[in-house]
């Protein structure tokens, strides 16, 4: 496996907010605890995410198109 498909939270928060918006490093930090995150590695106490997996956890988080607020739908 090529080590450059590995992101420390700093660099995948990062991507995130450059190609999505959202994902800050706190919030990756804070899903690791609750499970609300991307899927990781660990490498001792380090962890890392894959770019496939940003874009996925990413994905998952953005509802379908809307046309109208009264659309949306509570989680």
Do not use: C
């Not at 907010?17 to 499970?35: D, H, I, P, Q, S």
């Amino acid at each position: 496996m090529d080590p450059a498909q590995y992101l420390r939270r700093k660099e995948a928060a990062s991507y995130l907010l450059a190609n999505y918006g959202f994902g800050a490093e706190r919030t990756l930090a804070k899903g690791v605890v609750t499970g609300d995150t991307p899927e990781y590695h660990k490498a001792g106490r380090i962890v890392l995410y894959r770019r496939e997996a940003l874009d996925a956890w990413a994905q998952a988080k953005i509802s379908p198109a809307l046309q109208s607020s009264s659309e949306a739908r509570a989680d």
